[in-house]
């Protein structure tokens, strides 16, 4: 899956669930610009990373990194 592609899921998702870049930051315990990089697919999350925003979500990773529709 592309960068940016992960980091649209990871916005829509936040967005859905109602957090805000900095509520979300908070939650996962990094930065507001952290979370901007992600969405904007300048950077890529670490595995337990990725988990723990699945996690705090509250969807499978799988549904996050959209692996069925890869």
Same mark, same amino acid.
């Given at each position: 899956?592309?960068?940016?592609?992960? %980091?649209?899921?990871? =916005?829509?998702? $936040?967005?859905?669930?109602?957090?805000?870049?900095?509520?979300? #930051?908070?939650? +996962?315990?990094?930065?507001?610009?952290?979370? %901007?990089?992600?969405? =904007?697919?300048? $950077?890529?999350?670490?595995?337990?990373?990725?988990?723990?925003? #699945?996690?705090? +979500?509250?969807?499978?990773?799988?549904?996050?990194?959209?692996?069925?529709?890869?």
């Amino acid at each position: 899956m592309g960068n940016n592609r992960l %980091g649209n899921r990871i =916005r829509s998702f $936040r967005k859905l669930k109602g957090y805000t870049q900095q509520g979300l #930051a908070e939650k +996962l315990g990094v930065s507001l610009s952290f979370v %901007g990089s992600l969405e =904007r697919g300048t $950077r890529v999350p670490t595995e337990p990373v990725l988990r723990k925003i #699945a996690s705090t +979500l509250q969807i499978d990773v799988e549904e996050l990194c959209d692996i069925n529709n890869a």
